[in-house]
């Protein structure tokens, strides 16, 4: 792409050279003459560092000598859309590798790729330009909407269904049984998992992250939300359009997460809590099995609870070891004194 298609896609205000060559992105330290970089000032008055890049996307009101300049209001933000298409991953021919297992009932519509030792089974179906990578597997009946990506290993069991533009990452699995066990007497029974999965479109799931199935009714995930690596979402929860949660986020059985909530790496929630909308959870954070936080609020610790509140509890924290050799300081003054 040029740098002037670059600026109209992201609504920049283009200085320099419009028809440069743009090849792909690097940081503003190490990009090249043929490169895009971006920069955000951290200090006003600051101006953009020396590079190499032949083109920057930066705010409204950098100017500098040198590389072609994009301005934009959300130099961040634009950058991000830059990306996806000066780095559009290459398309695959469609056709179906000679090492994958097709079953003879399942549906594949036009311009899909299946990779080689994949797995499709009976009755299954992907829709029209989706992706299936190496040693992916779909169960009996799985469903893959248009224009998916499902990498490497993702394995999608029977009764799931995957909106349009959903992207599984690498060992995800979406529909293996839930958590879901009855105590006999002295032993545990397996309690048979019947239900679901059923996520929107544009959903992304990261790499080796699972999505249990639910145990009667469906899971269920809304448009636009975005999964991890190695985060987990029990049976039977239901999470809302948009949301984001960063590493190793567990969800027991029956969460409920509302539209547009953030929960922040290795954040626990306990069976049957609800995350309201809007919510920014922090990380490492425990929300208790039956707690809600409500919406819009900013939550942190364990058990979590309001950010201020929770920040001036660690303060309190913070100063004991001054409390106690004051304690200390005082005790002895107290002997010292009666001992007179």
């Known amino acids: 792409m040029t740098a002037g298609e670059i600026a109209a896609l992201v609504e920049g205000e283009l200085v320099g050279d419009a028809s440069l060559e743009v090849t792909s992105v690097h940081s503003l330290e190490k990009a090249g003459k043929s490169?895009?970089?971006?920069?955000?000032?951290?200090?006003?008055?600051?101006?953009?560092?020396?590079?190499?890049?032949?083109?920057?996307?930066?705010?409204?009101?950098?100017?500098?000598?040198?590389?072609?300049?994009?301005h934009s209001s959300h130099p961040r933000r634009a950058f991000a859309k830059?990306?996806?298409?000066?780095?559009?991953?290459?398309?695959?021919?469609?056709?179906?590798?000679?090492?994958?297992?097709?079953?003879?009932?399942?549906?594949?519509?036009?311009?899909?790729?299946?990779?080689?030792?994949?797995?499709?089974?009976?009755?299954?179906?992907?829709?029209?330009?989706?992706?299936?990578?190496?040693?992916?597997?779909?169960?009996?009946?799985?469903?893959?909407?248009?224009?998916?990506?499902?990498h490497a290993a993702a394995k999608v069991h029977g009764n799931v269904r995957l909106g349009d533009r959903t992207t599984l990452h690498a060992g995800a699995v979406v529909g293996a049984d839930g958590f879901g066990f009855v105590f006999e007497t002295d032993h545990y029974?397996?309690?048979?998992?019947?239900?679901?999965?059923?996520?929107?479109?544009?959903?992304?799931?990261?790499?080796?992250?699972?999505?249990?199935?639910g145990t009667l009714d469906d899971t269920r995930i809304g448009s636009g939300t975005k999964l991890d690596n190695l985060v987990h979402v029990g049976h039977n929860c239901q999470i809302g359009r948009h949301v984001v949660m960063a590493a190793q986020v567990g969800l027991s059985g029956g969460v409920v997460v509302e539209d547009y909530a953030v929960l922040g790496g290795q954040a626990g929630i306990g069976e049957r809590a609800r995350v309201g909308a809007k919510v920014q959870l922090g990380g490492q954070s425990g929300l208790l099995p039956d707690k809600t936080l409500d919406a819009g609020g900013a939550f942190w610790g364990?058990?979590?609870?309001?950010?201020?509140?929770?920040?001036?509890?660690?303060?309190?924290?913070?100063?004991?070891?001054?409390?106690?050799?004051?304690?200390?300081?005082?005790?002895?003054?107290?002997?010292e004194l009666e001992a007179s």
């Open 35 to 70: 490169q895009l970089a971006f920069w955000e000032r951290k200090r006003r008055g600051r101006d953009l560092p020396a590079t190499n890049a032949g083109c920057v996307i930066v705010d409204r009101r950098t100017r500098a000598a040198g590389p072609t300049l994009i």
């Open 82 to 150: 830059a990306i996806r298409a000066v780095m559009a991953p290459a398309s695959h021919p469609a056709g179906i590798a000679p090492s994958a297992s097709v079953a003879s009932s399942a549906r594949i519509a036009e311009g899909v790729y299946i990779g080689p030792l994949a797995v499709i089974g009976a009755g299954a179906s992907v829709g029209r330009g989706s992706v299936l990578g190496p040693h992916v597997y779909l169960g009996a009946g799985a469903v893959v909407g248009r224009d998916c990506r499902l």
């Open 189 to 213: 029974e397996n309690f048979l998992q019947v239900g679901g999965v059923e996520i929107g479109d544009d959903v992304e799931i990261g790499a080796n992250s699972c999505v249990d199935r």
């Open 302 to 335: 364990t058990p979590a609870r309001p950010l201020r509140e929770q920040l001036s509890r660690q303060a309190l924290v913070n100063r004991l070891p001054r409390l106690r050799d004051e304690v200390s300081r005082l005790r002895r003054r107290i002997e």
